[in-house]
């Protein structure tokens, strides 16, 4: 009786085990899409800021600011 009693219940547990959940469906999702963007912000801020430096270092000019030396006299 106790082997008959073990079978059952191993039957029992198996079963609900091999049928627990259903199915299982895989659906396969197609790749993401990476599109890339030109970053126009900087691209005309460089030879601005060239143009700039290059202007004020003509204005400026290059000279020295000591005074020139008085002749005695």
């Not at 009786?1 to 627990?20: C, E, H, P, Q, W």
């Not at 030109?38 to 143009?51: A, D, K, Y």
């Not at 430096?53 to 005695?72: F, K, M, R, T």
């Amino acid at each position: 009786m106790k082997k008959l009693v073990a079978a059952i219940t191993a039957l029992s547990l198996g079963a609900s085990a091999a049928f627990a959940g259903g199915p299982v469906v895989v659906v396969e999702e197609p790749p993401p899409e990476v599109v890339q963007q030109q970053s126009s912000s900087s691209v005309g801020f460089l030879p601005i800021l060239i143009g700039v430096v290059l202007l004020c270092a003509v204005a400026c000019g290059g000279g020295s600011d000591d005074p020139e030396p008085q002749p005695a006299g």
